[in-house]
């Protein structure tokens, strides 16, 4: 058994992000236990803690399973974001731009920025599904980070967990070209000083994406059982 690098939470993160674990996953103790060569208890420690940061939940006598979130919870997630990074950055253009590290650009991060949407241009060319999904959530992450706060960097990366769910049941045709373009903007206006721009587009960006959003879309879970049951059902 190998015991892999990350731990289970940041796993089951991770693939979120990139599109590989979808709503309602299944997550069995067992197998994960096997993966990771540890013991039940450790991983059904570490699925307590991410039940607690709403990305999975436990159904008695079958398991742990990726959560599904519903319409409510999909507009409270998107609110949330809009909250949070757009209030990061408008908080830069009341302090000054280089003596209070905890609430200002680290000295790299727009040229860390530019360089990951790069690759977000590369992974669109490429066609990388899996990739593109994962750089994109990232971008958020990583704006979070450049102000040097561990606590926004984790909010984040959590919330834009669940967002990439939300995306995962609710959005029919992402437009992956417009949100990248949306990032390499907000990276341009940051590099410019235009903290009030770069929250003004940050809000726009998120409810663009929050209104590509069908959420009258969402999967029926007894669609089988309806068919099944239905008076034309064959025998």
């Not at 693939?15 to 990771?36: D, M, S």
């Not at 159904?59 to 990061?88: H, L």
Request: glycine fraction near 8%; proline fraction near 4%.
């Amino acid at each position: 058994m190998t015991q892999l690098p990350d731990s289970i939470e940041d796993s089951v993160i991770s693939a979120i992000l990139g599109g590989r674990l979808r709503p309602g996953t299944r997550l069995g103790e067992a197998k994960l236990a096997e993966v990771y060569g540890v013991s039940r208890t450790r991983v059904r420690e570490a699925m307590m803690r991410l039940e607690t940061r709403g990305i999975v939940h436990v159904s008695a006598r079958r398991g742990w399973f990726v959560v599904e979130p519903s319409a409510t919870e999909a507009r409270a997630a998107f609110q949330a974001r809009r909250v949070i990074e757009t209030g990061m950055l408008r908080d830069l253009q009341t302090l000054p731009g280089h003596t209070l590290p905890a609430h200002t650009l680290r000295g790299d991060a727009v040229a860390h920025l530019r360089a990951h949407v790069e690759e977000e241009r590369e992974a669109l060319h490429t066609g990388h599904v899996g990739s593109r999904t994962c750089l994109l959530g990232d971008f958020h992450i990583h704006l979070a980070h450049a102000f040097g706060n561990p606590f926004l960097t984790d909010i984040l990366r959590d919330l834009t967990a669940r967002t990439t769910l939300v995306s995962m049941l609710y959005q029919s045709d992402q437009d992956a070209a417009a949100s990248s373009d949306d990032h390499a903007g907000i990276v341009t206006l940051l590099a410019d000083g235009d903290y009030a721009g770069a929250a003004r587009l940050m809000d726009e960006h998120i409810r663009r994406v929050e209104d590509g959003l069908d959420l009258a879309a969402a999967p029926d879970p007894l669609a089988g059982l309806r068919e099944i049951l239905s008076p034309g059902a064959p025998a």
